[in-house]
């Protein structure tokens, strides 16, 4: 997660139409999310901050606290009103047995309708990029655009490491320790990198017991990872979405491959991609690269 320099390029890709999509009943039964919602500068046009809102979308394991500093900058560079979610078995939303794509689709989709959203643009990295995909698939209607961070629309396994973190953080509760430095010691028998374990520790509280404990659910969370590495559309002539889509890469992960850029352009036919130098964990490892490539794609739709 540690910033590096990035390497920038963009490539527009065929604009071929669409030929229908999918419609979905309105959703009842979804989890409602907990949000930051950060506001861009007083001297903003209303109508523009009122009428296009960002709905930036966490990964796996994290919260809107790992999208706080991004978001703020976006509401900034952009003048639209930002709300970074939690979603279902994270950060401060509600917990529930059931975490799959469609799940999590239902939800961002019913955050929508609750705050009376307007085309909204979703933003979402990792797990957050298919959440955001799949609504965009789901409900077209809904969304004007989306920014996917190193993901793609494909089944594709995990990194093992997703099922070494959730092992790492069993033990921890496990062990009843009373010190995030006990909890850190425990976490680099599974993990190197001081930036990852330090987003993990992120999840850790204080017990009224004097011990920590996660607050991510890890029973659900890891009975959820095979779903994690699936996608819920498998065929892009039934669903497709016609409005524009970013896909930022990260050179240096293996969730957007060169081979899936051919389905991509089906699910999604007026996408871009944007590599950037980068690990999987792009938004931190290379923020003003992020911010620039996000800020030129919605400056352009406007």
């Given at each position: 997660?540690l910033?590096?320099i990035?390497r920038i390029?963009?490539?527009?890709?065929?604009?071929?139409q669409l030929?229908?999509?999918f419609?979905?009943?309105p959703?009842s039964?979804?989890?409602?999310?907990?949000?930051?919602l950060?506001?861009p500068?007083k001297?903003?046009?209303?109508?523009?901050?009122?009428?296009?809102?960002?709905?930036?979308?966490?990964?796996?394991?994290?919260s809107?606290?790992?999208?706080r500093?991004?978001?703020?900058?976006?509401?900034?560079?952009?003048k639209?009103?930002v709300y970074?979610?939690?979603?279902?078995?994270?950060?401060?939303s509600?917990?529930?047995?059931?975490?799959d794509?469609t799940a999590?689709?239902?939800?961002v989709?019913?955050?929508?309708?609750?705050?009376?959203?307007?085309?909204p643009t979703?933003?979402?990295?990792?797990m957050?990029?298919?959440?955001?995909?799949?609504?965009a698939?789901?409900?077209?209607?809904?969304?004007?655009n989306?920014?996917?961070?190193?993901?793609?629309?494909?089944?594709?396994?995990?990194?093992s490491d997703?099922?070494?973190?959730?092992?790492?953080?069993k033990?921890?509760?496990?062990?009843?320790?009373?010190?995030?430095?006990?909890?850190?010691?425990?976490?680099?028998?599974?993990?190197?990198?001081?930036?990852?374990?330090q987003?993990?520790l992120?999840?850790l509280l204080?017990?009224?017991?004097?011990?920590?404990?996660?607050?991510?659910?890890?029973?659900?969370?890891?009975?959820a990872l095979p779903?994690?590495?699936d996608?819920p559309?498998?065929?892009?002539?039934?669903?497709?979405?016609?409005?524009?889509a970013?896909?930022?890469?990260?050179?240096?992960?293996h969730?957007?491959?060169?081979?899936?850029?051919?389905?991509?352009?089906?699910?999604?036919?007026?996408?871009?991609?944007v590599?950037?130098?980068?690990?999987?964990w792009?938004v931190?490892?290379?923020?003003?690269?992020?911010?620039k490539?996000?800020?030129?794609f919605l400056q352009?739709?406007?």
């Amino acid at each position: 997660m540690l910033a590096s320099i990035a390497r920038i390029r963009l490539r527009q890709t065929s604009p071929y139409q669409l030929h229908r999509s999918f419609t979905f009943s309105p959703v009842s039964n979804y989890v409602k999310l907990a949000y930051d919602l950060h506001k861009p500068a007083k001297d903003a046009d209303d109508a523009s901050t009122r009428n296009a809102p960002i709905i930036f979308i966490h990964g796996l394991f994290g919260s809107k606290k790992n999208n706080r500093s991004m978001s703020k900058v976006l509401a900034r560079d952009l003048k639209r009103p930002v709300y970074a979610v939690d979603l279902r078995n994270h950060g401060d939303s509600a917990h529930d047995s059931r975490h799959d794509y469609t799940a999590l689709a239902e939800d961002v989709e019913g955050f929508i309708d609750e705050h009376g959203l307007e085309k909204p643009t979703l933003i979402g990295h990792s797990m957050g990029a298919k959440t955001a995909m799949t609504v965009a698939l789901r409900s077209p209607h809904k969304i004007a655009n989306l920014v996917s961070i190193d993901n793609a629309p494909v089944d594709a396994a995990l990194k093992s490491d997703f099922a070494k973190y959730v092992q790492a953080m069993k033990r921890v509760e496990e062990a009843g320790v009373k010190r995030q430095s006990e909890a850190d010691e425990i976490l680099k028998e599974y993990e190197e990198s001081l930036p990852i374990r330090q987003f993990l520790l992120t999840n850790l509280l204080r017990t009224p017991a004097n011990t920590h404990r996660f607050r991510i659910p890890l029973r659900h969370l890891a009975a959820a990872l095979p779903a994690m590495a699936d996608f819920p559309f498998r065929d892009p002539d039934a669903a497709r979405f016609e409005g524009p889509a970013l896909f930022v890469r990260g050179t240096k992960s293996h969730y957007v491959p060169d081979e899936t850029l051919p389905i991509i352009g089906r699910f999604f036919p007026r996408f871009r991609v944007v590599d950037i130098e980068a690990g999987h964990w792009v938004v931190s490892e290379a923020p003003e690269e992020i911010r620039k490539a996000v800020v030129e794609f919605l400056q352009d739709k406007d």
